[in-house]
C-alpha cells in the first residue's frame, strides 16, 4: 500500500466516505491482504484445510475469491461490466467528439452509423477483415477451451472527425504483485495486436489504430499517470479525470464487498442444501 503513482489519495479519500461497517472492515482486510478466506484460516490454524468449499480450489485465497473462483463467475462478471460501464459512459459523455460503442464484433462495426465521407475508408476496412481476426485464443487457451473465442474488446471509440480509432479493454483484476498493471495491459496488448495492425493496414495512413487498456486493482489500485493519459487523449479534461477516477475507486471497493457478499450467499445456500 506504500506503492507510488497507486492511486493511494483516491482511495484514501473513498475509504473515508465509507460508513464504519461489516463492509467497511471487510475492505480494510482486503487492502491488508488479510481477509480471513479458508487458505489464511488454515495458516492461521483455526481450519484443517484451505480448500474453497464452494469450487474445490487448494487454496481459497482473497485473489482467488475476487477474481478466480468459477463459482463466482457471474458476480465478477457484473462488477467488470458496473465499473468498465463507468467508465467507457464518462468518455462517451466527456470526451469531446468521441464515440463510444461497447462490445461490437464485426457485424457490429459494419453497422456502425458512419458519417458519409468516412464511408468509403471504413466499409473497406470492414470488408478486409474476417473471423479468424475476430480469434483471440491462443494455442494454450484452445486447448482448455471448446469453440471459438471471438475477439469482441469491451469498447471501440471512434473519432470520425480525426479519423482515430480505439481498441477499448477494461481489466479489474488483483493487484497484489508490483508489476500486477504492466503484466495485464502487456497481455491485453499483444492479445490484440493482430487485429490492430490489420485494421491499421486496411484503412488509409490518416488513420490510425491504436490499443488504450484500462486497468484496475481489485483494491482500487490503478497507475494514475496512464490513466491520466489514455483518458486526456480520449477527450476528458483533467478535471473530469479526476472525478472520474473518484467515482471509479468508490466502486471499486463497492463490487470487492460484493463479491464477498455473493460468497457469503452461496455458502449458505451450499450448507442449506446439505
Known amino acids: 500500500m506504500m506503492r507510488t503513482d497507486q492511486g493511494r489519495q483516491v482511495l484514501g ?5 465509507m460508513r464504519t461497517d461489516a463492509a467497511k472492515r471487510r475492505v480494510l482486510q482486503t487492502l491488508a491482504g488479510a481477509y480471513p478466506g479458508n487458505a489464511l484460516l488454515c495458516t492461521w490454524k483455526l481450519r484443517a ?3 474453497c468449499d464452494l469450487c474445490g480450489c487448494p487454496a481459497e485465497t482473497q485473489a482467488h475469491i475476487q477474481c478466480v473462483c468459477p463459482a463466482l463467475k457471474r458476480a465478477r462478471i457484473a462488477a467488470h461490466h458496473n465499473l468498465a460501464g463507468m467508465t467507457f459512459d464518462y468518455i ?3 470526451g469531446q467528439g468521441w464515440k463510444v460503442y461497447r462490445e461490437l464484433t464485426l457485424v457490429g ?3 456502425l452509423p458512419v458519417p458519409e465521407d468516412a464511408m468509403q475508408d471504413w466499409y473497406r476496412m470492414c470488408d478486409e477483415l474476417n473471423d479468424e481476426d475476430l480469434e483471440t485464443a491462443t494455442e494454450a487457451e484452445r486447448a482448455l477451451t471448446s469453440g471459438i473465442r471471438r475477439k469482441r474488446p469491451d469498447a471501440w471509440a471512434v473519432h470520425w472527425g480525426r479519423r482515430r480509432v480505439r481498441i477499448l479493454e477494461f481489466t479489474r ?3 497484489y504483485r508490483a508489476d500486477w498493471s504492466e503484466t495485464t495491459e502487456d497481455y491485453k496488448t499483444e492479445r490484440y495486436r493482430p487485429l490492430r495492425d490489420k485494421m491499421a493496414a486496411a484503412l488509409p495512413p490518416e488513420w490510425t489504430v491504436e490499443i488504450v487498456c484500462f486497468t ?3 483494491r482500487g489500485s490503478y497507475a494514475e499517470n496512464q490513466w ?3 483518458l486526456t487523449a480520449l477527450g476528458v479534461p483533467a478535471a473530469g479525470v479526476s472525478r472520474l477516477m473518484a467515482t471509479l475507486v468508490s466502486g471499486c471497493l463497492t463490487e ?3 463479491l464477498y457478499s455473493v460468497r457469503s450467499t452461496a455458502l449458505r445456500q451450499r450448507d442449506n442444501a446439505q
Request: hydrophobic share 40%.
Open 49 to 51: 484445510s484451505g480448500s
Open 13 to 17: 479519500a473513498a475509504l473515508h466516505t
Open 228 to 230: 491520466a493519459a489514455s
Open 109 to 111: 462495426l459494419q453497422g
Open 173 to 175: 483484476c488483483n493487484d
Open 92 to 94: 462517451a459523455t466527456r
Open 216 to 218: 484496475i486493482g481489485i
Open 256 to 258: 470487492l464487498n460484493e
